[in-house]
């Protein structure tokens, strides 16, 4: 009886703490894959790629009205002549470059089929020529390859695209 007196009953045992613990695990692990940081990642480089190919070609729309009606020279001077073709953007001043212009891609790009757009930004209708996040290819250490491309249509509509898309088939809009 003596050494019960002095005995403190209010705190936690050892195995209630391990049970709460073990608890509070569970639920973390639930809700980290319930959550699926992957797939959300992913989900934010194709959302970013997709920002991205909207302001470019609404830049080269924007470009095409304050024109009069021809596209920037160079895609009216080098996708005309390759109706239907993909050609890779840099963010080079030059009409066409020949570096980097065949790198993987959801769409096949010829060798040398590249085309510089960096006049959009020079002119003010782009901040910079944008690089799609790193996703298989890293392209900004790329040469002067942005990830995307350029088709001008038969139909004199232009088509810009991420050259890698994570959680879609395809990331592309023509106008």
């Not at 470019?56 to 304050?66: E, P, S, T």
């Not at 080098?78 to 769409?107: R, Y």
């Not at 040398?112 to 757009?117: F, Q, V």
Request: a negative charge; glycine letters at 10%; proline letters at 2%.
């Amino acid at each position: 009886m003596g050494l019960k007196k002095g005995f403190n009953s209010r705190g936690f045992t050892l195995i209630e703490l391990l049970i709460v613990i073990a608890i509070l695990a569970i639920l973390a692990a639930v809700a980290f894959v319930a959550l699926d940081p992957l797939t959300r990642f992913r989900d934010a480089r194709d959302s970013t790629r997709f920002s991205d190919i909207t302001a470019i070609l609404g830049a080269i729309k924007i470009h095409q009205v304050d024109s009069g009606g021809p596209y920037a020279y160079e895609i009216s001077h080098n996708a005309s002549t390759a109706t239907g073709t993909p050609f890779m953007i840099t963010g080079s001043q030059n009409a066409t470059s020949t570096s980097g212009c065949n790198l993987s891609c959801d769409v096949t790009i010829a060798s040398g089929n590249c085309i510089g757009l960096g006049q959009l930004a020079t002119l003010g209708y782009l901040g910079k020529i944008p690089t799609s996040t790193n996703g298989t290819v890293n392209w900004s250490s790329e040469s002067d390859s942005t990830g995307y491309y350029l088709v001008l249509n038969s139909n004199n509509s232009v088509t810009v695209g991420a050259c890698e898309s994570e959680n879609t088939t395809e990331i592309k809009i023509t106008r």
